[in-house]
Structure formats: C-alpha cells, structure tokens
C-alpha cells in the first residue's frame, strides 16, 4: 500500500506562487506516474497534471499550460507542483495521486491518493 502526503497549499494573491509537494512512501517510487487532480466545491474532479515514473514526460491540462509544472525526485520520493501566476479559478483542493507505470489523465486510473491539501486564491 502506498501513502501519499501533500503539502504546501494555502492563501495566496492572485498572480502569486505556491508549491505544493507530494512525498511517497511504502511502495517503489519510481516504478509510478505521479499525477496532480483538484477538486473546486460543486465541481468534478480534474486532472491538472502528470509525469512519467522517471520523469522524463509530462503533460498538462491546457488551462494550467505555461504556469505550472510539474517535477519529482525519485531518490527522495517527492513530487512537487510549481504553480504560477495563480487565478482566483484555480482555487481548489489539490491532490496527488500514484498509477503503476503509465500516466493517464483519467483519475479513475490512479490507484493509489493524498488526503488533498487546499489552495485558495484571492485578494
């Protein structure tokens, strides 16, 4: 079974900067996608980003294209999410999730997630 703690969320002005982070722990880091979902209330759960166990490809939801990215370390068992230029819409609760090899966008096919860690955007 593999546990997954997020971290870093919190307030922040619009146009600012979080990090969120992701530490793994219980099964082999590297042999797992690693995507980032949110949820914001009333909405359905949505797939913002993920790479691939050795990090080496990544994709993003259009709507974060060019302000977030998405990195790990496989000796560390983190993975991390830069946002940038935050938008009062992307305030959600952001988590992390694990799926054996390939990466989807689809959170159906993620096995394995955090408790979530909340992200607010406002002035």
């Known amino acids: 079974q593999a546990q997954l703690v997020e971290s870093g969320g919190g307030l922040v002005q619009p146009g600012g900067s979080l990090r969120l982070s992701c530490a793994a722990s219980g099964r082999t880091f590297s042999n797992y996608a690693m995507g980032w979902f949110r949820q914001a209330p009333g909405k359905e759960r949505e797939f913002v980003t993920a790479?691939?166990?050795?990090?080496?490809?990544?994709n993003y939801a259009d709507f974060v294209k060019g302000r977030f990215a998405i990195s790990r370390d496989n000796a560390k068992n983190t993975v991390w999410l830069q946002m940038n230029s935050l938008k009062p819409d992307d305030t959600a609760v952001y988590y992390c999730?694990?799926?054996?090899?390939?990466?989807?966008?689809?959170?159906?096919?993620?096995?394995?997630w955090g408790q979530g860690t909340q992200v607010t955007v406002s002035s």
């Open positions: 999730a694990a799926r054996a090899f390939l990466s989807t966008t689809n959170a159906h096919d993620y096995q394995y």
């Open positions: 790479i691939s166990p050795s990090g080496g490809s990544t």
